[in-house]
């Protein structure tokens, strides 16, 4: 049972600490020598958003990177993440096909209304959506309206699935529950103890050995609640 040296990271980061290029490295004898194998390549913009993506496989044949994927990505002024275009290199053209695409829109303090992504379809040879979800917010910032919309192939165009209502009720008033109001009892106790509790309501509890575990847990009505400790060992609980 011993530790082996398989995989090496190496990072080239900028100015701020941002990983710039990364290269792995495989090894099949401890680490005693090492294959290249991937290497990422990002750039940011001056927010330190990461806004490319592009990652490589080595070709041990031509001794050089080949592409593989690349992403790009747009940022709002917030630092939300509004677009995302996968892309996959095709060696044949050769050149970036673009395969997926995401979209986000955010409201000033940073909640989403919108997310939608689509993907490249094949055989009819346009882009078709994979889902879609608009959000309406109240003033506080909840949401109070969802729509997911499905695609549709013959108008392509999106079309409502479902609608999604939330309510939400406001407290105004928390009752002030005083401690003295519990007693525990017997303490110390060998098979069962006794919580008083100062209302007829229902009520949870947990209880926790000394080093934190959670060794008991469950609810019930008020004002005796009873808990069976009898298969717990000797010990101090909370």
Known sequence: GLWMLTNRSEYTNNSLGDPEVIIGSVSSDNGASWTLANKTEKSYDPSANEILNIQYSWNPSLQEWDFTSKSENEWDEFG????????????????????????????????????????????????????????????????????????????????????GYYYYTVITDIPDIQPSGFNLFPNP??????????????????????????????????????????????????
């Open 189 to 238: 106790a060998s098979t069962e103890i006794t919580l008083q509790i100062p209302w007829n309501g229902v009520i949870g509890y947990r209880v926790y050995s000394g080093d934190g575990s959670l060794v008991r847990h469950g609810s019930a009505s008020g004002p005796l609640l009873n808990i069976a400790i009898g298969d717990l060992p000797d010990g101090v609980y909370f």
């Open 80 to 163: 939300n993440q509004v677009l995302r275009k996968l892309y996959i290199w095709d060696q044949a053209l050769p050149d970036w096909k673009l395969e997926f695409l995401s979209e986000s829109e955010y409201n000033s303090e940073g909640s989403i209304l919108m997310a939608a992504m689509y993907s490249f379809n094949y055989e009819l040879g346009i882009f078709v959506g994979d889902y879609k979800w608009t959000y309406s917010l109240n003033a506080a910032g909840f949401n109070m309206i969802s729509n997911h919309f499905f695609w549709d192939l013959e108008s392509s165009d999106w079309y409502l699935h479902e609608k």
